[in-house]
């Protein structure tokens, strides 16, 4: 594979399947792959945030986003690991993941659509970085328990910024 080919949906199994299997050194994982596993993720957050906004309705979406991205990441461990152990060592990755957590900001209701794509992906990623990974489903930490979605919703519908979420929010930091 060059570096300007696209990892193949076998390549980025074998990666997977790698992953998986218990060792003392990680699984050597390139850029390109991560971008493939990355764009993996999203495909499947998507759906589920998709489901999450339709069965919320007009109501809050928050904890239904978050139980969404909870539930991906109790279903993909292993993808999740390989992401988040990929997302401390390359920048290529860390840039490709803002398009995640400006779609989390944006279902939850943190950003709108004329929120700057970089203030809703920082918001995204606070959000996200209030869950915690690893238990079926994975539970909120304690900070994010004290998410007031209706606040959150009604500062951005109204215009003004969302401070909720401890510090998350649209708005002045």
Sequence with gaps: MNAKQSPTYAELNAVLD??????????????????????????MLSARLDQAIEDAGYGPTADAVADAWCRLAADQPVLRGVLDDGQRRSAVL????????RNLALAAGLAG?????ARAAQLGRK??????????????????????????LSHVSSGRRCRSLNGVGSGHA
Excluded: I, K
């Design 94 to 101: 860390t840039e490709a993941m803002a398009g995640e957590f």
């Design 18 to 43: 790698q992953a998986r299997r218990p060792s003392n050194s990680p699984t050597p994982v390139t850029d390109a792959q991560l971008l493939g596993l990355q764009s993996r993720w999203n495909t």
């Design 113 to 117: 659509l004329d929120e700057p794509a």
């Design 127 to 152: 959000f996200r970085d209030l869950l915690t990974p690893g238990r079926t489903p994975c539970t909120r930490s304690p900070e994010a328990s004290h998410v007031s979605e209706r606040t959150a």
